[in-house]
């Protein structure tokens, strides 16, 4: 979707035509700015509760005999025990699916999906992104708010969020929602896929803060208020 | 777009997200707890919606079953709590038409089930056990207990208690268990009676029952729920 970006002027007189100073472009929509910064928050108390969770039993095999997969922290858990760890993770989990399903009611009632949704045409733009990102090739020309790997990025991290929601029935529910759970391969790789679906998320995130920190302080700014300036299209 | 309005803009834009800061209650000490204990109440309301009455845990074959060593121990202070026997009833209280004490015999005139099924606990592990029992839904209409009364709550041996929903009471796989892989429960696993429910988490499976008493109104909700875990948890 083409954002289209406007002139910044200023008109020092009323006979002197505005000088322009800058571009900007209104690349994020309130509702987008909102849930994402909702989102983040709610993202990092599901981790750190769910880790809280399962710091609890650390495998994912038998309990007679316990074999622990890994000593997770407690220093980087949320809840202090696993009760606590609990109550963040029921609470939240409510305002994160309430906030997801904000967001996609918004983007397909809008149209405004069509920024960040990856489709077959942005399929030819992934490969050199690779190159200029990796192998320090020349940038391609960017004619609209996201690139080909970021449109990727998005739309992956989308699906990952509502696989998160899905697995997490699965293991929560596996009776009431049994066909979430046989969808999986069964309670236990429902528990599995919870885990991998996290660690996941959590790669999207340190690779988006990456990216965050490469392209610096009007990018970041555009996340809060809706606009970027000097935009590349 | 001039810049002085851009910048009007921009920052109505940026006060637009302030509702942001309300989520930072949560970090409130005084705030924190009472916020969670509403989010745990929030859940467990949705919880009892997405409960359906008449969905049937799966059940498994033998084959599957975890042999009885492997059936991990959980309890909260001993692992047995001296039950006599002989002098053992069920104290049947509240909103029923026939309170009074049951002996084990007569729980056992009930129609007999058994069902090999998932044994859930909070902290992530699970296990398929041989249940037998009665089923609680015909232990109530032998008690005559109010069928629009809210919750069932028990009392147990160790001073262990916990209470639960009309709905799961009266699920058919719901069991007040009295065997385990076809023989009388072991004191360990709560002899002479427990709760055995497949559509509710591990901790709520009270063992060693002594009373049993249908009502509208919880005093208490149960030993781990008042210390701040889910009170409905149903699977």
């Not at chain 1, 999207?204 to 490469?214: D, S």
């Not at chain 2, 851009?6 to 637009?16: A, G, H, M, V, Y």
């Not at chain 2, 509702?19 to 859940?43: D, N």
């Not at chain 2, 009930?110 to 015909?138: K, M, Y």
Request: glycine content about 8%; aromatic content about 14%.
């Amino acid at each position: 979707m083409n954002t289209t970006a406007v002139d910044i002027t200023q008109r020092n007189s009323n006979e002197d035509p505005p000088i322009v100073l800058a571009r900007a472009a209104y690349e994020h929509p309130y509702i987008v700015r909102l849930c994402h910064w909702i989102n983040t928050i709610a993202l990092f108390v599901m981790a750190g509760s769910g880790l809280q969770i399962f710091r609890a039993f650390p495998s994912f095999r038998a309990k007679i005999p316990q074999k622990d997969l890994l000593h997770w922290p407690q220093q980087f858990a949320i809840g202090g025990w696993l009760g606590g760890g609990l109550q963040w993770h029921m609470t939240f989990l409510w305002i994160y699916i309430g906030t997801g399903l904000l967001y996609l009611a918004y983007q397909v009632f809008s149209g405004n999906y069509r920024q960040v949704l990856f489709t077959r045409r942005d399929l030819p733009g992934v490969w050199p992104m690779v190159k200029h990102y990796f192998f320090f090739a020349a940038k391609p020309p960017l004619r609209e708010s996201y690139n080909a790997l970021q449109k990727l990025a998005y739309t992956a991290a989308i699906m990952l969020a509502i696989l998160s929601v899905a697995t997490g029935f699965a293991v929560w529910k596996p009776i009431q929602f049994s066909w979430l759970a046989w969808m999986m391969g069964g309670f236990h790789y429902a528990r599995i896929w919870h885990f991998a679906v996290m660690w996941a998320m959590l790669l999207f995130v340190f690779g988006h803060l990456v990216m965050v920190i490469l392209h610096g302080w009007s990018n970041f700014v555009s996340m809060l208020t809706g606009w970027k300036k000097d935009p590349e299209y | 777009m001039d810049k002085k309005k851009f910048r009007q803009n921009s920052r109505r834009e940026l006060l637009k997200l302030t509702p942001l800061l309300a989520l930072g209650a949560f970090v409130i000490p005084g705030l924190q707890e009472k916020l969670l204990k509403r989010g745990l109440h929030f859940s467990d309301w949705m919880e009892a919606r997405l409960f359906r009455p008449y969905h049937l845990a799966a059940t498994f074959d033998d084959s599957e079953v975890t042999p009885l060593n492997k059936f991990p121990l959980n309890t909260y202070d001993v692992d047995d709590p001296g039950v006599i026997f002989e002098n053992w009833s069920l104290t049947v209280t509240g909103a029923v038409q026939n309170p009074g004490d049951y002996t084990l015999a007569q729980i056992q005139t009930l129609p007999r089930v058994r069902q090999n099924t998932r044994h859930v606990c909070v902290e992530g592990w699970d296990v398929i056990g041989r249940f037998g029992g009665a089923r609680l839904s015909d232990f109530l209409r032998l008690i005559g207990a109010d069928p629009t009364a809210r919750f069932i709550t028990v009392n147990c041996a160790d001073d262990y208690y916990e209470s639960l929903d009309m709905a799961t009471a009266m699920h058919p796989q719901t069991l007040l268990c009295y065997e385990m892989y076809d023989r009388p429960l072991t004191r360990e696993h709560g002899a002479p009676l427990r709760l055995q429910m497949p559509t509710k988490i591990g901790y709520k499976q009270a063992k060693y029952l002594t009373d049993l008493k249908v009502t509208n109104v919880l005093d208490r909700e149960g030993y781990w729920e008042d210390q701040g875990y889910s009170w409905f948890y149903g699977l």
